[in-house]
């Protein structure tokens, strides 16, 4: 597999008129262990991830969410089942294709932000770009530097920012090569709710004024109220799937997949 | 506390490991310089107790120049008989020595003479009814019986695998004769005496090859049972005339002993400082890695005092820890030192006699305080920033070493110790009237104090030095910026790990410098002083047969010869060198810097005119006209007069103190040798008088225009025993700088873990740890060098009287450089791959 040849957006399946999935994953299997003590993380999950929609998933604590994300932005190898990102199957890749993959077509936002501490804000946007060898667009960064309103603050470093600024720091970053799927791993758990609300509220304007297609995972019901369709995990299995709703009605649901 | 201590080691036992190497290093040096200079005395006194086991007394030629080249005066036969006639006297034999003037090759398998390079080529004779006052034991055969019989020595025997009953060839005084051999000889337990082939005859035999009829070098005598050494000597001393003396064989021994424990203790105390630096720089790296280690501890000390422990506790923990590395270091270093010292016993070329390794209880001893001393002592500045973790570190994400207190004041602290350092170093190298002990105080302190100036104010030139060294990294990507921007994060452990570099290449650095300053002046003071077309001299400027020279200057195409005869003897007194040079022929050769006198001095030197170099002239109060007393080592004396002064270079003066003409010389020096034969001839004349001094055993043969360089070339040699010796303490420093990686690669787990997510390849991930190696290895150098070349221009100057000049060696400054570049990629290697292989997922969950 030539790593240059990947494409920017795949048409692939599904013509039911819905937005096409960036990302698919089928039958989903991940064991830990073997015999005797084996754990199962995932036992056969299939998902469609829509293109230009914030998915989020949600789940009990050992319900697989992590592990689902993992496997669907590459960072970890299904034991059974397939995986396809942007049209390429990503299960057979090795690393070097894969870390392609992640820089050209996947960006990422960590719980704790995860920024290089001797690098400015500015430059830790640029950094993903510059791991490619290309030189950001100027117009690009200003636009989304605006967007996450970080203007005042571009030469400062890590340790200078609050956590709010950080995490918007990332955001900038994961969304700086224009992913195809960004990936958000409990973007509000190390935030206070104000602050949270904030970075909850980018994740939802970049779906909107950029059709960023997002994933998030949550444990936090507000969190998983901007979303488009929240997922819920339980026991290794997509046990429920809902359309956009109030943090209300996630909670209960939430409830209800926990008592199962 | 010790428990915790412990299993907190057992846990990190790589980084144990690796932090242990750094002293292992160090103390295997010690430990090897004690085994080799204890095994070597003890082979030696094993051979004196040898020689002189079964005699009580011994008449020689009385000593009269130390260091001649020349016997002593003969024992004559008669005394023999009248020794052996006194009651007191069981039995006493005549003995041909071991003596520089009882030259003997045996020709080995190939042709050539047996034995290796500069070891002594020597023949022996004894009472062969009476092999009790040989120092030789047999191993093998019987003792030589008439002229055509030889027993030889055990180790020429091995190399050349001769055996008894063979026939072979032996040169002594320049014929040569066939012999057969009956037996091999031991010195004692020990197979050869520092390498010398030794070809034992008996005693008319040796007498006559060695054409000495008539007489004996020594006699030795053994005492009737129940007769004391002492009254024995009573009995015998009549006998002896003023030329010779007669000693207590017990007191020779001693002598003898006394005079090679001096010489090893030269050896063992050059080695030792070696083994100290490597020692020094492996204490930086200790300290470097504890500091690292607490720093990424803070958690866990901070846990320890939650929980009740108390900051002594927590120090304690930090000094055990230090305390363990050190005595398990130690520990191996001592038995590596075995091995270590097969090794420095091949590079200084001396040959270990075959004993038994010796590990004293002095080596052991040095070699374990030694180690855990210096772990200890680098350990107390990271134990005492353990203490100041405050237990709520404990708790709080991204919790920090609080800075030290000292922190604030290190620049002002460095500056003060760098100039009272170069203060020091100045005093020691520029003031005159210090005792030796004076000297090496003020040298040795100020450098160490110079290093850990130096070491103190890095930190700050980290950032500067980056921005110059670190730019060729920032050109080659994104992996060489991050790699810049990550070397100057935490300034204090980059410069700690380049600092420790630093010491092996400013060493290194003043040994080129210096080396290159000495040979070029030296090289230019021999062509100041001699031009001609062909020389021989002979090997590491020991003198050589006069016959060679006469040989050589028979070829063919040869227009003019001169020989400079050479010797030491007692000039007023005094042990000086005194030169023989033909009055004739040697202001050809030999450009005179006449103070007093001219080149028909020379031409008019006659029997009784000597010349003296300026130096010694002014010493002792020497004008013109002056009348010296020359006693030779066989007890002739001369008187000459002064006819003129001349001014060689203070470097190296080419002819002695006092030179004669050679006529005079060879009328009082019994056996002339020669320093020089220089030779005028044609061009073409080159390969033919190549041929002839091919043949020559000790004098080597060189064309004018490479004399000069040819004559520094065992300085070149030593230079190159002096690299190898700082080599250690580059490694050590290598140890440290794995480390550094090491520790820093596993702190920044989570971020690696980061940047491979978000599009890091493992190959930007390894090139930004080489980078980061090289950068620092360039930061030792860029500190290193430049400290180098400063501390070498301050010798320089001291020397200048010798008129030496700052010669920087550009070739030799590149190549240390691209070392350290080298260096820092070795270094990388380990590092490089633990980072490119750190498993993503787990990378970024890491806590």
């Known amino acids: 597999m030539d790593v240059q040849q990947l494409p920017d957006a795949a048409p692939e399946v599904e013509t039911n008129g819905g937005p096409r999935p960036v990302v698919k994953g089928s039958d989903v299997v991940r064991r830990y262990g073997e015999g005797d003590t084996a754990v199962d993380a995932l036992r056969g999950v299939s998902v469609d991830i829509a293109e230009g929609r914030l998915t989020a998933v949600m789940g009990p604590s050992g319900s697989g969410k992590s592990t689902l994300m993992h496997i669907l932005a590459g960072l970890d190898k299904p034991t059974s089942g397939e995986v396809t990102v942007a049209g390429v199957e990503v299960t057979d890749l090795d690393d070097t294709e894969l870390t392609v993959l992640r820089r050209d077509h996947i960006g990422f936002i960590f719980q704790f932000f995860n920024l290089l501490p001797m690098l400015t804000a500015a430059e830790n946007i640029a950094l993903p770009l510059r791991l490619a060898g290309e030189t950001p667009d100027k117009a690009w960064l200003a636009e989304l530097i605006e967007k996450v309103g970080l203007g005042d603050r571009l030469t400062h470093r890590p340790a200078e920012l609050s956590g709010g600024q950080q995490q918007r720091v990332a955001v900038a970053r994961a969304l700086v090569s224009r992913p195809t799927v960004m990936f958000a791993d409990e973007p509000t758990g190390n935030l206070d709710s104000t602050t949270g609300g904030e970075i909850l509220a980018l994740l939802r304007d970049s779906v909107d004024t950029l059709g960023q297609t997002t994933v998030m995972v949550t444990h936090d019901a507000h969190a998983a109220a901007i979303a488009d369709r929240v997922l819920f995990l339980a026991d290794g299995h997509i046990v429920k799937d809902i359309g956009r709703c109030s943090a209300h009605t996630i909670l209960e649901a939430l409830e209800e997949v926990t008592a199962r | 506390m010790i428990g915790v201590a412990l299993k907190g080691l057992l846990a990190r036992k790589v980084r144990a490991l690796l932090t242990a190497f750094a002293i292992v290093i160090g103390v295997s040096m010690v430990s090897g310089t004690f085994v080799l200079t204890d095994t070597m005395q003890k082979a030696f006194d094993g051979i004196f107790t040898a020689s002189y086991d079964e005699t009580d007394a011994v008449i020689a030629g009385k000593q009269i120049v130390k260091g001649s080249s020349s016997a002593g005066a003969p024992v004559p036969e008669s005394l023999l008989t009248r020794v052996k006639a006194l009651p007191e006297v069981a039995a006493a034999g005549g003995t041909m020595a071991i003596d520089e003037s009882n030259k003997a090759e045996i020709v080995g398998r190939n042709g050539k003479p047996a034995g290796s390079g500069n070891a002594p080529r020597l023949a022996l004779g004894n009472d062969t009814s009476q092999p009790q006052f040989s120092p030789l034991k047999l191993s093998a055969g019987e003792w030589g019986q008439g002229p055509k019989q030889v027993v030889i020595d055990a180790a020429t025997a091995e190399k050349e695998r001769y055996a008894v009953g063979d026939s072979i060839v032996v040169s002594t005084l320049g014929d040569k004769h066939r012999y057969e051999l009956t037996g091999i000889a031991t010195f004692g337990d020990v197979d050869s005496l520092g390498g010398a082939t030794l070809a034992v005859f008996d005693i008319d035999t040796a007498q006559t090859l060695l054409h000495k009829e008539g007489e004996f070098d020594g006699i030795s005598i053994a005492a009737k049972d129940g007769t004391s050494s002492a009254a024995l000597m009573q009995a015998v001393q009549p006998l002896v005339p003023a030329s010779l003396e007669l000693k207590d064989a017990k007191a020779q021994a001693e002598a003898d002993s006394a005079e090679i424990n001096e010489a090893l203790g030269f050896i063992r105390y050059f080695l030792l400082g070696f083994g100290g630096i490597a020692l020094f720089v492996g204490a930086f790296v200790i300290f470097n890695t504890l500091s690292i280690t607490v720093a990424q501890r803070t958690r866990e000390f901070a846990t320890l005092r939650t929980l009740g422990g108390s900051r002594k506790q927590v120090m304690r923990s930090v000094i055990i820890e230090g305390f363990v590395i050190g005595l398990l270091a130690s520990i191996v270093g001592l038995f590596a030192g075995v091995g270590i010292a097969k090794g420095l016993n091949a590079l200084i070329g001396a040959d270990i006699p075959e004993a038994g390794t010796v590990l004293g209880v002095r080596t052991v001893v040095v070699s374990l305080v030694l180690g855990v001393t210096i772990t200890l002592v680098a350990s107390i500045m990271p134990a005492r920033r353990a203490t100041r973790v405050p237990p709520i570190a404990a708790v709080r994400e991204g919790s920090t070493l609080p800075p030290s207190r000292f922190a604030a004041h290190s620049l002002k602290a460095a500056i003060a110790v760098i ?278 055993s000790d004098a080597t043969f060189h064309t004018g225009q490479a004399f000069a360089k040819d004559y520094t070339e065992g300085f070149a040699s030593f230079l190159k025993m002096l690299y190898v010796l700082l080599a250690f303490s580059v490694v050590v420093s290598l140890f440290g700088m794995v480390n550094t990686l090491v520790l820093s690669v596993f702190e920044r787990t989570r971020e690696l873990g980061m940047l491979r997510t978000i599009g890091m390849t493992r190959r930007q991930a390894r090139r930004m740890i080489r980078h980061e190696s090289v950068i620092t290895a360039l930061i030792g150098a860029a500190l290193g060098l430049p400290l180098g070349i400063f501390l070498a221009a301050l010798v320089t100057q001291a020397l200048s009287q010798y008129d030496v000049g700052l010669s920087i060696p550009a070739s030799e400054l590149a190549l240390f450089t691209v070392v350290a570049i080298l260096a820092g990629i070795a270094a990388a290697v380990v590092p490089a791959r633990r980072a490119a292989r750190l498993n993503v997922l787990d990378a970024l969950h890491y806590e």
């Open chain 2, 419 to 696: 100039a009272a350092s170069v203060v020091a170093i100045c005093a020691g190298v520029f003031a005159s009237g210090l005792s030796v002990i004076g000297v090496a105080v003020l040298l040795g302190g100020g450098i160490i104090a110079l290093f850990l100036g130096v070491a103190l104010a890095a930190p700050h030139l980290v950032k500067p030095l980056t921005r110059v060294v670190g730019w060729p990294a920032s050109r080659a990507g994104v992996a060489g910026e991050l790699a810049g921007a990550n070397s100057t994060r935490n300034p204090g452990r980059t410069a700690s790990t380049a600092a420790a570099l630093m010491i092996g290449l400013t060493l290194v650095t003043v040994v080129a410098v210096l080396g290159a300053g000495l040979r070029t002046t030296v090289e230019s003071a021999v062509t100041d002083q001699v031009s001609a077309a062909f020389i021989i001299d002979g090997k590491d400027g020991a003198p050589f047969e006069a016959a060679e020279g006469n040989t050589l200057a028979r070829t063919p195409g040869v227009t003019t010869a001169s020989h400079v005869r050479t010797d030491v003897a007692l000039v007023g007194g005094e042990e000086r060198d005194v030169t023989g040079v033909d009055p004739a022929t040697i202001a050809q050769f030999y450009t005179f810097a006449w103070t007093k006198g001219s080149d028909d001095t020379v031409a008019q030197l006659g029997q009784d005119g000597a010349l003296v170099t300026k130096t010694y002239a002014d010493d002792k109060n020497v004008a013109v006209g002056k009348r010296l007393s020359i006693k030779t080592a066989s007890g002739d004396k001369r008187t000459v007069v002064v006819a003129g002064i001349y001014d060689p270079p203070d470097i190296e003066q080419m002819l002695g103190d006092v030179t004669i003409s050679q006529a005079a010389f060879d009328a009082s020096f019994p056996q002339p040798k020669n320093l020089f034969t220089f030779i005028d001839a044609p061009p073409e004349a080159s390969a033919d008088l190549a041929a002839v001094a091919g043949g020559f």
